[in-house]
C-alpha cells in the first residue's frame, strides 16, 4: 500500500476513535439522539464525518 492510502486510512480513524469518544462524554438535547448517533457511529463508520458536522446542533451548550 502507498504512503497516501496508509495515511487517508490513519486519519479516518483518527476520525472515527474522536467521534466515539465525543458521543460518549458529551450531553445531548435529547437521550434518542444520544443513542442513535453511538449505534449509527459504531456500526456505520463514513457517519463519522456527519456527526462532526452537526455536532453543534445535537449538544447543550
Known sequence: MSDVTLL???LFIVFWVY???SVYRAKFKE???KVFWRI???FVP?????YLFMKKNLILK
Not at 463514513?46 to 456527519?50: E, K, T
Open 8 to 10: 487517508v486510512f490513519f
Open 19 to 21: 467521534s466515539i469518544i
Open 31 to 33: 437521550e434518542k439522539q
Open 40 to 42: 449509527a457511529i459504531v
Open 46 to 50: 463514513p457517519l463519522a464525518f456527519f
